[in-house]
Structures are given as structure tokens and as C-alpha cells.
């Protein structure tokens, strides 16, 4: 029988705050939320934003707070003030240009029309015609609006980050804030499984690329910057995986990340599932940590025409001040989408297990599809992959829950804000409602709130959705004042308002997580709420053991409180462990049974059957 996937633990970092306490959540739906319920999600953002001057939340500190969460001004870099090089050649009317340099800058080979005269410890250098050269700018980029974390916020002062790549920093935050949100600490995990039974899937669909690694190593050579021993290692992909692996967990079990665009969030959760569905590991850690709200690569995107500019959005406003909180736009008059850095991870865990340690059960995993495009014109134009995945997660959420149990779902967008995804998208999304006999699907697409975070975007969205089955609001597309005339709506509820749920999002018995990549790369997700989870659980184990796990998770959920509380007053656990516990050549024995490390107490069995015996 496969195993149920169950989500015991989850956390990170976006625009709208941290995850873990459902904070980040919390600021999305603010507006539908009392008083004293928000009451920890500013305190929470005040410690991070530098802003908690005293225990008082009044009317200034909170709207301090609102100004520097979510989708707003860049402020990961100056939009106005962005250091520019253009290539020039120098001439004088004597024909003859002259400068001084230290002796050390000088170039290894001189040019042929260059003079070279010592003075000391410089030269003069001569040059006969003309002298090509750099000349430095200060330019205005296009692109002003992103989705920077809270205003403040550095997760590398958390800890000793020297040298960290930014998305590597916001990595060692969000897994830290995911084992903080268990309950329990992770050494009691690890007394009840084998080393070789976790696994870590994570990663960033861009790599590190700001000036610590890729970014940086790729312009020092032409602007005059040193290249580190530390750039190119922290600049791959899978980064996030080792640094979980090496520093924060102490890991030997599976690791990696599977890559794809936009859905790369998804294909590492399908990637954890499936290892718990077959045995292959007990508890898995997923997450993606993404920062690319770099000038560089949103150039990359702007001249490909997918980010939305400023003159763009105040053409759509009939205005000459740009509206930076609306820039992202799903499913109306639109012009790109709107640049975000995340990190967001979760815990997945075997049913058993969790049962055992008395885990929080969040959700559940049912399944993640994940279908290419086919032939298409464009590699990073939508296609036709994305009906499938849709389809088959809509068929699955009707096999598990019943031709009205599937009425009972709504869909978290891919929603990027851009003109092709408001027609595609909702196309797809109107197609398979119409075939599955639902009138009206709620549809959302929190990239309103917290922008594109690429590879993390669907665990962006998947943190909203454990949200609504806690506080009962799925949250409405705010940015909008209309529906775009070419969308595709006719089975559809596309929310302008947000949606209740029902008491703890009782109305909903799942959510399907769509994303839609750059080059075919389409994945749907779904995911079962809480309630249905536990439902499955008690058919499968029975009430006795359902009421024994309920009494050992009153004390976990205590813990994860407390925990949360204190965060929320600025005093949270960062775990990070660089050279502890490190093992060599001595630290491992085995036979040909087992193999022993030093630092577990459970040994690894090696496999002894023929799993090919059939065809021996």
C-alpha cells in the first residue's frame, strides 16, 4: 500500500514575512483578520524589520510595517541609481593621451600604441591616437517594483554567514524556520530512523548569482574584482541541498534538487513524496530558496519582454507615478510579472512515523504531476503540458474524494501577471472545471502579494495554502479592479474578494498548486487539507491510535508554540553547524550486512536481496 505523504513541518521566508506561525499568510489577509489575531504577525515583522523599538504595536509602526512588506519598491538594489559601463574611444585633438597608474595595474601586455615612463612607483603612459575605455554611469533601470523580503531584514546576521551568497543565507533561514515549526528537535528524529532514511530536495532554479557567486565571478575579470575560492561552489543549484545536507541537519542520506523552471519547487516536493510513497526514506526536507532580484538578471527577463516596467504600468494607470504595490497583476490588464525572492521549505513525513512522534499534520501530499510541452515555436511560450497536469490532478483530487468531494478544491494559480498566462492559464484552469462538472472553482494567484520568486514560487504558494486551513481565507487577487475581457471565466470564480473557507478552511477539502515554467516545465501539485488527512488517517489506523497520537501531539503543538512566541519577540533558533560533528575514514566500519557511522545511533542495512530476481 503507497504511503500518505504527511506535511509536519514548514517555514521560510517572502515578501509578506516569515512562514512558520502562518505569518506570512497572515499578511496577505490582513484585512480579514481581527485585531488580536494579527497582533503576532506585526510583532513578528517589527522584529525583523529592524522596527520593534518597544513591545507597542500602534497605528504608525503597523502601516511602517505594511510599507515595507510585500510587492513594493525595489530595494534590493537603487533602481535610479544602478552603476552602468559603456564602451567608449578616447581621442584628443594632440592625438596624444596621457595618464599615470600605480605599477602594479599595469597591464601585462601593452598595447602597441602605448608609451611607458617610470616615476617611482608609478608610470606615465602615453598614448599615440586613440584609447578605448569604460566609462562609468549611473542609469535608471526600467523595472522599479520587486518582491523583496521585509524591508530590514538580513537572515545573514542570524548567524556567521562571511561570504554567503544571498539565496544561500535565505536557505539556512527557511530550513532552520521549518525544524523550528516541528515541535521537536530534529536529534529526536533521528533516533527513529536510519541515516540513509532522509532525504533533502532543494535547490534555486537561477543558481546564486549575485556579486558572492555567479554574478560576481562572471564581472570581476571586467571590472576590475577579484574571483574567490568559495564563488563557483556556492554558485550551483543544488547549493540549498548541501548546505540543509552539511550544515543544519548533519545528513547522509538522498539528496539533490530536479530543476524546472518555475515548477522547480514542485518537482523537488514530487521528487519527496515519491521517496516516502515507496520506503525509500522516512522524512524528507523540501524547499527551494531563490534571490534574484539582481539588476542583472531582471535585464535578462526585461529585454525578453516578461517583466512589467514602469512606463508600462503607468500607460495601464494613466498615470505618471508608477503603482509599485499593484505591479503584478494576474488575470487583468497586465504587463509582466513582477521579480521576488523566497525561501520556503517543508517537512514531509512518513504516516507512521508521524504517528509515532505525535507531528502536527499540516496537509498531506497526494501527488505531483509533471508534463512537457511538446513541440512548440517558442521554448518559453506556454504549450500544452499544463492540460495535463491539471487534468490529471483534478482526476485524482475526484478518485480520493468523490464527484462532489472534487467540487470541494480550489486552485492556487501560477498567475504570473503577465498578458499570455491571463489567456492560457485560464483557459486551461476553465477547461477542466467544464470537464469535471465544477461551476464555479475559486481560483487565486498570490504573486499579487509576494511577486515571482521563480524556483520557489509554488512553495510560496503551497505555504498560503496550509494557511487557509488555519485561519478559513483564501486570498483574493487585491491588485486587480477587474477581469481582463480575454480571460477565460465561464466556470471559474476568480477572487476579487477574499473567500471564506469555512471554520479552518473546513470548506476545502484540497488545494491544487499549478506552475508553468520557462521551456516546458509544467507541474500541478495536490495537496489534501488537514481535516482530510486525519480522515484518512483514522480509516487507515483506527480510532485507538488516532486518540493516542492526538494526546502526544497537544505537547508538540505546545512546543511549536512556544517556539513560534519567540520568534514573533525577536529570539529564534538559526541552525547552523559549520564543523561539527565532522566524520572521516575512521568514523565508518560495516560488514557486509551493515555499515556504522560514528555520529547515528541506527546502522545502514545494505541491500542483500536481488530486487531482479525474476529475471535471473
Not at 521560510?12 to 516569515?18: K, P, Q, S, T
Not at 528537535?185 to 537561477?206: F, I, T
Not at 523566497?342 to 501527488?367: I, K, N, P, R
Amino acid at each position: 500500500m503507497t504511503k500518505l505523504p504527511l506535511i509536519v513541518g514548514f517555514g521560510g521566508v517572502n515578501a509578506a514575512g516569515r512562514s512558520s506561525g502562518f505569518h506570512s499568510y497572515k499578511r496577505m489577509v490582513a484585512d480579514a483578520l481581527s485585531e488580536k489575531e494579527m497582533e503576532s504577525t506585526w510583532q513578528d515583522l517589527a522584529h525583523r524589520m529592524g522596527l520593534a523599538s518597544s513591545s507597542e504595536l500602534d497605528s504608525e509602526l503597523i502601516e511602517a510595517i505594511k510599507a515595507g512588506t510585500l510587492v513594493r519598491r525595489i530595494d534590493s538594489f537603487d533602481p535610479d541609481n544602478l552603476l552602468y559601463q559603456y564602451k567608449a574611444n578616447l581621442n584628443t585633438e594632440s592625438e596624444q593621451i596621457t595618464f599615470t597608474l600605480r605599477k602594479s595595474k599595469l597591464p601585462t601586455k601593452i598595447p602597441d600604441n602605448w608609451t611607458v615612463e617610470e616615476q617611482g612607483s608609478k608610470v606615465q603612459i602615453t598614448v599615440n591616437g586613440a584609447l578605448d575605455a569604460l566609462l562609468e554611469d549611473r542609469v535608471s533601470f526600467p523595472v522599479s517594483s520587486g518582491g523583496n523580503i521585509p524591508a530590514g531584514f538580513d537572515p545573514g546576521k542570524l548567524y556567521n554567514s562571511r561570504f554567503h551568497p544571498r539565496g544561500l543565507k535565505l536557505t539556512v533561514y527557511g530550513a532552520s524556520d521549518a525544524l523550528n515549526s516541528l515541535g521537536f528537535d530534529w536529534a529526536e528524529v533521528m533516533k527513529h530512523v536510519k541515516p540513509d532514511e532522509v532525504s533533502v530536495y532543494a535547490g534555486s532554479a537561477l543558481a546564486q548569482v549575485d556579486d558572492q557567486s555567479l554574478s560576481g565571478m562572471l564581472a570581476a575579470p571586467l571590472t576590475g574584482g577579484r574571483v574567490s575560492s568559495k564563488m563557483m561552489a556556492l554558485s550551483l543549484a543544488e547549493m540549498p541541498a548541501d548546505f540543509v545536507n552539511s550544515y543544519v541537519i548533519n545528513s547522509v542520506g538522498t539528496t539533490g534538487t530536479n530543476m524546472g523552471a518555475c515548477a522547480t519547487f514542485l518537482y523537488n516536493l514530487r521528487q519527496g513524496m515519491y521517496d516516502i510513497q515507496h520506503g525509500k526514506s522516512k522524512v524528507v526536507i523540501v524547499g527551494n530558496a531563490e534571490a534574484p532580484v539582481v539588476a542583472e538578471i531582471m535585464e535578462g527577463f526585461r529585454v525578453m519582454g516578461a517583466l512589467a516596467e514602469d512606463e508600462q504600468l503607468k500607460a495601464l494607470d494613466k498615470s505618471d507615478v508608477v503603482d509599485n504595490r499593484r505591479a503584478c497583476r494576474p488575470f487583468s490588464a497586465n504587463a509582466g510579472f513582477t521579480m521576488a525572492e523566497s525561501s520556503q521549505f517543508v517537512v514531509l513525513m512518513d504516516d507512521e512515523l508521524a504517528l509515532e512522534l505525535g507531528a502536527t499534520v499540516y496537509g498531506s501530499v497526494a501527488d505531483v504531476f509533471v508534463n512537457a510541452d511538446a513541440n512548440k515555436k517558442s521554448i518559453s511560450a506556454p504549450g500544452i503540458g499544463n492540460y495535463v497536469t491539471m487534468a490529471k490532478a483534478t482526476a485524482l483530487a475526484k478518485a480520493i474524494l468523490g464527484e462532489e468531494g472534487v467540487k470541494q478544491t480550489y486552485v492556487q494559480a501560477h498567475g504570473t501577471g503577465t498578458p499570455q498566462n491571463r489567456v492560457t492559464e485560464s483557459h486551461i484552469l476553465n477547461e477542466v472545471a467544464k470537464t469535471f462538472a465544477i461551476d464555479s472553482w475559486p481560483v487565486t494567484a498570490i504573486k499579487s502579494y509576494v511577486g515571482h520568486s521563480m524556483g520557489a514560487a509554488a512553495g510560496d504558494q503551497l505555504i498560503a495554502s496550509l494557511g487557509v486551513w488555519q485561519y478559513g481565507w483564501i486570498p483574493a487577487i487585491k491588485t486587480i479592479d477587474h477581469i481582463s475581457d480575454d480571460v477565460h471565466q465561464s466556470n471559474l470564480d476568480i477572487l476579487t474578494e477574499h473567500k471564506f473557507a469555512g471554520e479552518n478552511g473546513e470548506d476545502f477539502k484540497a488545494v491544487l498548486l499549478n506552475a508553468k515554467g520557462f521551456g516546458g516545465n509544467n507541474a500541478t501539485g495536490l495537496v489534501l487539507s488537514p481535516a482530510q488527512t486525519l480522515a484518512m488517517l483514522s480509516n487507515k489506523y483506527g480510532e485507538k491510535a488516532m486518540l493516542a497520537y492526538h494526546d502526544k501531539n497537544v505537547q508538540i503543538r505546545n512546543v511549536a508554540e512556544q517556539n513560534d512566541v519567540a520568534a514573533c519577540q525577536g529570539t529564534e533558533t538559526i541552525r547552523y553547524h559549520f564543523g561539527e560533528s565532522v566524520m572521516d575514514d575512521s568514523s565508518v566500519s560495516m560488514t557486509q550486512e551493515t555499515m556504522t557511522l560514528s555520529e547515528f545511533d541506527q546502522a545502514i542495512e545494505l541491500p542483500q536481496a536481488n530486487p531482479y530476481a525474476d529475471y535471473c
